[in-house]
């Protein structure tokens, strides 16, 4: 896991995600896994199995001990790691699916904005 503040892991983290996401074999890994799930749905539900849902139990888990270190203070840590992909993820997932150029300043913005809003909802007095 990324060292440093709360606040710069979270930057790490979102941009680990964005990356991730958006290399172009996983655009493509994604349009396949949509069209063979429309024919067979059991393969969508082990992609998420595999992919999406373990990721989002392991930064869950990686939010909860954050709470227990007093750094975020968080009710939901799955729904809070949810809402922080979406955040970081925001229109540029769709822009990817569809072509578009997501530059580097709007991937730092969207991920920089992301970090801000999670740390104002969640942050503690001493770590936002």
């Given at each position: 896991?990324?060292?440093?503040?709360?606040?710069?892991?979270?930057?790490?983290?979102?941009?680990?995600?964005?990356?991730?996401?958006?290399?172009?074999?996983?655009?493509?890994?994604?349009?396949?896994?949509?069209?063979?799930?429309?024919?067979?749905p059991?393969?969508?539900?082990?992609?998420?199995?595999?992919?999406?849902?373990?990721?989002?139990?392991?930064?869950?888990?990686?939010?909860?001990?954050?709470?227990?270190?007093?750094?975020?203070?968080?009710?939901?840590?799955?729904?809070?790691?949810?809402?922080?992909?979406?955040?970081?993820?925001?229109?540029?997932?769709?822009?990817?699916?569809?072509?578009?150029?997501?530059?580097?300043?709007?991937?730092?913005?969207?991920?920089?904005?992301?970090?801000?809003?999670f740390?104002?909802?969640?942050?503690?007095?001493?770590h936002?």
């Amino acid at each position: 896991m990324p060292q440093g503040s709360i606040r710069e892991r979270l930057t790490a983290i979102g941009e680990a995600i964005f990356a991730f996401l958006f290399r172009p074999e996983m655009i493509q890994f994604e349009r396949r896994i949509a069209a063979e799930t429309e024919h067979d749905p059991v393969i969508g539900a082990a992609f998420l199995e595999a992919g999406p849902w373990r990721m989002k139990q392991a930064f869950g888990a990686w939010l909860a001990r954050a709470v227990d270190a007093g750094e975020l203070s968080i009710a939901d840590p799955m729904l809070a790691a949810e809402q922080f992909v979406s955040m970081c993820k925001g229109m540029g997932d769709l822009e990817r699916r569809f072509g578009a150029d997501v530059s580097a300043e709007a991937r730092h913005k969207r991920i920089t904005g992301a970090v801000e809003v999670f740390l104002a909802a969640y942050g503690t007095a001493d770590h936002r």
